[in-house]
């Protein structure tokens, strides 16, 4: 394979890296890295780039791949509940329903938003919350339902958001309700039945 057919490999791979990774934003497009490269190769000559190139293709691609925590545009729309990534990268969230805690725990980790979910009871956490939380999610009006608009990127590195959702019950209407707190990563937490009080909306 000469050098202008494994630069046409390079485009390919390159291409078909970008178009899989659709939420990863590169500040350069292929073909200008590419570009690029083909000048080293004038510059240096014909052997180094043979291995230039295939270590920018692989570095490349490491980078694009990102963490395996990485967040992701999500949209996921159940009966129960629903989870949305907008386009200013706030999440939305609605709960109808107190169904699958597991799987909305990790939708919302998917859309990168680390959480401690429970249904029926509140749990807080033994040392305290973080003052971020205001920042990080904001309750929305709903008729009945838990509506929230989440900002993962207010979120402090190594921190998780504690959701506590209950059934609250007056006469023959009832409705949902949740409480909020912002935790350090692998704080201990206190958990108890539903209540209501300060925290709790």
């Excluded at 292929?30 to 004038?42: F, K, T």
């Excluded at 967040?71 to 990268?89: M, Y």
């Amino acid at each position: 394979m000469n050098d202008d057919e494994m630069l046409a490999s390079m485009r390919s791979s390159l291409t078909s890296i970008k178009d899989s990774l659709t939420d990863v934003h590169m500040d350069r497009p292929p073909e200008a890295i590419i570009a690029q490269a083909r000048g080293r190769r004038l510059r240096r000559g014909l052997p180094g780039v043979g291995v230039g190139g295939l270590a920018l293709g692989i570095g490349l691609a490491l980078t694009l791949s990102g963490s395996p925590s990485a967040a992701r545009t999500v949209h996921v729309n159940l009966d129960a509940w629903s989870v949305n990534t907008t386009k200013a990268g706030l999440v939305n969230v609605t709960i109808r329903e107190l169904k699958d805690p597991a799987g909305l725990a990790r939708t919302l980790a998917d859309a990168g938003i680390p959480v401690k979910l429970t249904f029926g009871r509140v749990c807080a956490p033994s040392s305290g919350e973080l003052p971020q939380l205001p920042q990080v999610v904001h309750k929305l009006g709903g008729r009945g339902d838990v509506v929230l608009a989440i900002n993962p990127a207010a979120m402090p590195a190594k921190t998780e958001l504690v959701i506590g959702i209950g059934t609250f019950r007056q006469g023959s209407e009832h409705w949902l309700a949740a409480a909020f707190g912002l935790i350090k990563d692998g704080s201990s937490m206190n958990c108890g039945t539903q209540k209501t009080g300060p925290g709790h909306l």
